[in-house]
Nanobody, 124 residues
Framework: VELVESGGGSVQAGGSLRLSCTTS????????MGWFRQAPDEECRLVST???????YYSDSVKGRFTIARDNAKKMIYLQMNSLEPEDTAMYYC???????????????????WGQGTQVTVSP
C-alpha cells in the first residue's frame, strides 16, 4: 500500500487549499479513505473519511469548511479546504483502511506514523 500526499502550502486565514492523495498497491474502489492531521505537540486527529459507497464523515472542527472527494478511476482522494484558520495548521496525512484498519480507531494516536504527509500552514 502506498499513499502519497500533495497540495499543502502556506496561506492566510480565509484562504483555500486542495490536498491530493495518490494511491497504489491495493483495491482502491472498495476501500474507506480518509485524512488525518497532526499539529506540533498534539495528537494525530481524524479529519474526514469517505467510504466506498460515498458515505462521508467530517470532524466537528472542519465541518462546513472542508470537502472530501474520491476518484475511483484515478485511485485518488482529495480534500478541499476552504475558510482556513490558523488552527488548521498541521501536517496532513492520507489514510486507507487497507493500510490501517478501521480509520476511526486511529483517531487521537500519539503520532500519525504511516506516511510523509503534506504541510499546511495558515497565518493569521
Amino acid at each position: 500500500v502506498e499513499l502519497v500526499e500533495s497540495g499543502g502550502g502556506s496561506v492566510q486565514a480565509g484562504g483555500s487549499l486542495r490536498l491530493s492523495c495518490t494511491t497504489s498497491g491495493f483495491t482502491f474502489a472498495d476501500s474507506t479513505m480518509g485524512w488525518f492531521r497532526q499539529a506540533p505537540d498534539e495528537e494525530c486527529r481524524l479529519v474526514s473519511t469517505i467510504t466506498s459507497d460515498g458515505t462521508i464523515y467530517y470532524s466537528d472542527s472542519v465541518k462546513g469548511r472542508f470537502t472530501i472527494a474520491r476518484d475511483n478511476a484515478k485511485k485518488m482522494i482529495y480534500l478541499q479546504m476552504n475558510s482556513l484558520e490558523p488552527e488548521d495548521t498541521a501536517m496532513y496525512y492520507c489514510a486507507s483502511d487497507k493500510l490501517l484498519g478501521e480509520l476511526t480507531y486511529m483517531d487521537k494516536l500519539y503520532r500519525c506514523y504511516w506516511g510523509q504527509g503534506t504541510q499546511v500552514t495558515v497565518s493569521p
